[in-house]
């Protein structure tokens, strides 16, 4: 398959040749697009704000950061003839948790009523020092045999300020957008608080890990047509990375001979979240 890649030839005026877009077939992976210039590292003005008026405008700083990341995957997703109704997965990460609600309504302006399965994380600082938010997107080309479909399976919701579309079905793929051991809206689902003072009742990250797969995965998954046996790929993000035996004990025992990969990331908050995705 030939790749038609998008990069930089030196990243920043290093010799680091870096791909910030690449088609592969119908696919389109757009990766690690923050709000600075790849070639000089340089924030546009209109970011920055001028000189010592940095709360210039109308706009909180991680507002403008999104709205030019959006512009400039618009661009890039057009020059191949693609656009943002043909999106299926969205990532974003935050140094600052503050980020996060300016994103969304950047967000919402950019896609409008359809919001790709996707995962937020906070994490201790983007590649540029200064930025606030780094956005990574999959969409494919607008052709016959690869329509996306949205999935809203029982259960499996997302809070009214984000929106997302809880899974979507592409050709022969499901993408299940981030999930946490929340009822939307509502915070932690009693069924994974341990009691406080309760030295018996259980260990937090095993009865939201088993949550995660079997009340949301689970569900979205068959939603789709699919199941956890069909799993190829996972992330999951953790605020201690101390849990991760034991994450990964409950995980292995509803994946025992599932050959999916898996990649295990520690944030810098106190959220958990885990996605999957799927061939047939």
């Known amino acids: 398959m030939a790749l038609d890649v998008r990069s ?10 870096y791909a910030y877009a690449v088609r592969a077939g119908p696919w389109l992976f757009l990766t690690g697009h923050e709000a600075y210039d790849w070639r000089t590292g340089m924030v546009d003005e209109a970011v920055s704000g001028p000189p010592g008026y940095s709360l210039f405008g109308h706009h909180h700083k991680s507002r403008r950061e999104a709205d030019f990341i959006f512009r400039r995957m618009r661009r890039v997703l ?22 996060v609600a300016a994103y969304h309504l950047a967000r919402h302006d950019a896609f409008g009523e359809y919001i790709p399965p996707r995962t937020s994380v906070v994490m201790e600082r983007c590649f ?28 499996v919701a997302s809070a009214p300020s984000s929106g997302f579309v809880p899974a979507v079905v592409c050709n022969e793929f499901v993408f299940v957008a981030g999930q946490m051991a929340h009822n939307a809206g509502a915070g932690l689902d009693p069924r994974v608080i341990v009691p406080e003072h309760a030295a018996w009742a259980g260990i937090p990250i095993r009865k939201q890990t088993e949550f ?12 789709a047509g699919s199941s956890l046996q069909q799993s190829v790929k996972a992330q999951i993000y953790l605020a201690d990375i101390a849990d991760m035996p034991d994450c990964l004990d409950v995980w292995n025992r509803h994946y025992a001979g599932i050959p999916c990969a898996i990649t295990v990331v520690p944030t810098n908050r106190s959220r958990r979240s885990a996605g999957s995705s799927r061939s047939t």
Do not use: C, W
């Not at 057009?78 to 980020?99: C, K, M, T």
């Not at 200064?130 to 956005?135: D, P, R």
């Open 128 to 155: 540029g020092g200064g930025s606030t938010i780094s956005t990574s997107l999959i969409a494919v080309m607008p052709e016959a045999g690869y329509e996306t479909h949205q999935i809203h399976p029982p259960g």
């Open 8 to 17: 930089v030839e030196d990243l920043l005026g290093m010799s680091v040749s």
């Open 212 to 223: 995660l797969i079997l009340e949301k995965l689970k569900p979205a998954l068959e939603a």
């Open 78 to 99: 057009e020059e191949f003839g693609a656009d943002f109704a043909h999106s299926v997965r969205l990532d974003q990460y935050y140094p600052n948790p503050r980020a």
